[in-house]
């Protein structure tokens, strides 16, 4: 059974009440098929577009100054780091003393990249606000 006489087929009810087991379980895994091809189709279709308007519509992020860096502009980037890697030192120490008596010694620090979006980091800050 070809396509084209499963359409006939199936655009009459009465037509398939008149089919055998074997016609009826063939037609439904044609139908079966065709609807799963359409709809992966579809779906692939769908995930090109949704690339090509990703890479289109998305913005390079540009650099933006720090904070520290705007609020204070005189104060030169090794001095700020020496006082981030004292106060980030200081707490650690603090945080970790009450259950050991070694001394802590920072080797490295690096800042890692915050993925939330600014949505978020906005509401984080306005809940911090709220609770100080």
């Known amino acids: 059974m070809d396509l084209k006489t499963l359409m006939e087929i199936?655009?009459?009810?009465?037509?398939?009440e008149a089919l055998s087991a074997g016609d009826k379980l063939n037609a439904s895994l044609i139908t079966t098929v065709v609807g799963m091809g359409i709809t992966f189709t579809a779906l692939i279709i769908l995930l090109f577009a949704i690339s090509l308007m990703n890479r289109v519509l998305a913005k390079k992020p540009e650099a933006e100054p720090s904070v520290s860096t705007q609020i204070t502009g005189s104060v030169s980037a090794d001095e700020e780091m020496d006082e981030v890697v004292a106060a980030i030192t200081a707490a650690i120490d603090l945080y970790i003393r009450p259950s050991h008596n070694n001394k802590v010694i920072i080797r490295n620090i690096r800042r890692v990249q915050d993925f939330n979006p600014r949505w978020s980091q906005a509401g984080l800050i306005d809940q911090l606000e709220r609770r100080l």
């Open 10 to 16: 199936f655009s009459d009810p009465s037509r398939i």
